[in-house]
């Protein structure tokens, strides 16, 4: 190379050596472009020309010098031809880089002949600083597209045409659906591909309409499923279009993919929102912000009459019926009305027809958060009923509180007029007991003179708890001995305790005053009542009663007395109801000990009375302590004697309010009469329907419901469940009255909302305890009652073959009347039994399976063992097979028909009996006609003239025919139905009439 050129090299581009130029300017021809800086060109340029301009001079010199000899001239002629090919690379390499750099510009490129150095070298810097340019424009490109492409909300991307789409491009967004970052889809390696994250049965989907744009306009958009790295189920929405090469080949798929799970899952919120609203039970409007209406959904249309074409646009004070109303609405619209609040009245509304029924309104504003609030939603429920009915129970409870005060006024001031009747039978006896008499006599008159004093004991109880009720008790204040009323309390229960072997110790502190001013004879009561209790719940070992002072306090002293038994004693739960009235330990302890449970109560009030306060101290199986203290005025002497005092029986469900739900008449009846045997108002429902009927009334009809299980319309688990889920009726005690005994059927019925469960066949001693378990505070006072609890002289009562005429009686509570009504009542409704069950095994399984439910509660009603038992296991079978009775269809109808004949026997087939009834022909077809009329206008009076038909035909013998009828017109409103039921009612009222 050239000193000089290499110098020039050397200076301008930093070439250290031949070696490093030559590597220089291969690199160049390789496009190293790099390597020659636009600013060092032109003075590397300028310093070759001025080179090659010296070089001709010298060259000119040369050649007029003679004396060069050969071999100069030789050397000079190769060294020139080396600049000139180095002088010609320079140029090649500076046409090369130009036109790499036209080309990369897109513009022409120069042809070999334009090798001007001087515009290769302008050219060429010119070229440099464009391409510059263009790159830092590029760069800026890039920089707004990763921009735009960053604040897109959704998945930005570029990818393969096949399944599993390996993507080219994709932005970060797609980390927010797939939980990937962009980096995993990318490149030959990538960690996971697209593809894989959609649902597999949406995948399918995705593939067509991808392969439709491929033969169609290029351009595609689907919904599909796609899975989340944490394993959520994701919704997308994918808009792409293939993009093709200038042949029309397809390349690749651009797209964006929007994740749309919110609006999805919104969609079917108000998906399910609406058709909750046009199938909900209520009627249900909604309006716009100024009031008027948008919508309204069936329910209104049917309770209301209004089609929507007929309301569009009204305001909901049209269908308002009384002035002051509309008042009440357009408060509800004025500005200064805060829309925040919820609106409820319940309001007379007219129907279409022109009639009026109570609506219970409900008014709640909707809002959105970006125009806050938009419309309301008003909810309505038919209160006509329950507004008809609260005036009535209103009255009636009225007149119900206004008797049960003049009662309790009466019994309390009758004490005196009661006693001494009583005590002049006791005082006669007591005489009469002086005299000479035979043994039988004087056995009679003991006997007599016993059952008398408990008889005042029951009737003072009675008395002084009606006059806690009507707030007349009086606390005697008088002076009396201590050690009388002890002694007193002694003599009246020494010879009890004798009788049992137990040992009454009865002892009085030292430090106790000898007389107190205060009320012996309530002294005594207390004293007495724990006493009695004592020796009544002790088997063996000792009662013990002690008094003693505890406090003195200037002119009152307080004592302090303990009634101690090695007895049954108590657990924590009968502790905390043991003082409540009528109530007892448990069942168990009422029916082995008897008793109403009004002794302690009455005791408790009686120590609150007289300044003190009682509780015990119980360990089940070993003994009760009982305390109690009282604060006395002392005294200096006393001379009073107490008298004696005893616990008392009643009737200790008296005031209580039953609802029967049961579809049996037998054990309607069976129920029923027990129930107001014990002072029980009862309410009869048919089934399950019938019970919300009732219940729908305000204030509610009854405290508990006893509530059988199998039911047609609606059973017993289901009418539970409807019940808990009003928030009224979630505290009325629901008792499971049924056949089975299974653990497993009581505990579906607590799972159901049910609070307990009695078996059948009733007992009544159980069925009783149980209902005074849940509802024992709702006790009101009971009635007198002067029959025996306990003992039935069963000689009265005529022995069936297969019956346990012991059973049947204690459940009936000797009644003898009902114990005849019940076995005819069982020949009447299961005469044909066998052949009903025989044509519902091949038409209705589940009822064939019910009616063996209905015989074998029947069968234990009535102390039918055996056939309860092939009942019971009928239905067990029916349950697991249903439809196939097996060997045991034979033996059921065996046991049923044996059953049948032995109640014959006994009950034989009486003479039927023309029906006692009778109207007024001419007015009940009117009211029929009438009646028929509303029913097929769907007119809502219906509902009164069908009342005015049943008070006609309250003697009408078939009583269930006008049950049904009432039942679709007043509670199921099905008016078809009630219309093909009054026929039937009509046709037989029609026949019995006319013969």
Known sequence: MNRLLFRQLKRHFGWQDEAACEAALSAIELGRLDLLPPEKIRGFLTAVAEAYEQGERDLELRSRSLELSSTELTQANQDLRQEAIARQRVIDSLWDTTNVLLQDLGRPTLARDQTNLEQLSNLMLSLVQEKQQAEAAMLRKEAQFSTLVGNIPGVVFRCQLEYPWSMLFINQQIHAITGYTPEAFMGDAAEVHYGEFIQASDLPAVEQVINNALA???????????HHRDGAIRWVFERGQVVRSTEGHALYLDGIIFDITEQKHAAERLRQLSAAIEASPSPVVITNAQGLIEYINPKFESILGYQMDDVKQRRLDFFVAHPVDHARFQSLWAADVTPELDWHYDILHRHRRGHELWMSLSISPIYSEEQGMTHYVAVYEDIDVRKNAEAQLVAAKEAADQANQLKSDFLANMSHEIRTPMNAILGMTHLTLKTDLSSKQRDYLQKTSAAAESLLHILNDILDFSKIEANRLQIEITPFRLASVIEQVCALHQMKAEEKGLSLNVTLAADCPPAVIGDPLRLGQILNNLVGNAIK?????????????????????????????????????????????????????????????????????????????IWVESTPNIGSIFHFTLLLDKCHEAQLQAENDAHRDAKFLHGIRILLVEDNPLNQQVASELLSGVGASVILAQHGGEALGWLSIEPLPCDVILMDLQMPVLDGNETTRLLRSDPRLQSVPIIAMTAHAMSDERQRCLDAGMNDYVTKPIQPDILFATIAKWVGDKITTPEICHTPFGYFDESLFPVIEGVDTHDVVARLMGDVQLYEMLFRQFLHDYQAADQQFEQLLGSDWQAAERLAHSIKGVAGTLGMSQLAEVAAKLEQRLRLNPGDAGDLKLAFTSSLNQMLQAVAKVYPAQEPTPPEFAFNTPDVMALFDELEQLLQNYDGDAVDRYEQLQLQLKRWPDQKMLDRLGYAITSDFNFVHAQQYLQELKQAVWGASHG
Do not use: C, W
């Not at 169609?216 to 796609?226: A, F, M, S, T, V």
């Not at 306090?553 to 009235?581: E, M, W, Y």
């Open 216 to 226: 169609g306009d290029g351009r595609y958009n689907i919904e599909y499923r796609i």
């Open 537 to 613: 719940f002790t088997q063996k070992g000792s009662v013990n009663v002690h008094l003693e002072r505890v406090a003195e306090l200037d002119k009152q002293i307080r004592l302090h007395a303990t009634v101690q038994d090695s007895g049954i004693g108590l657990n924590a739960d009968q502790i905390k109801k043991l003082f409540k009235p009528f109530s007892q330990a448990d069942g168990s302890t009422t029916r082995k000990f008897g008793g109403t449970g009004l002794g302690l109560s009455i005791s408790k009030r009686l120590v609150e009375l007289m300044g003190g306060d």
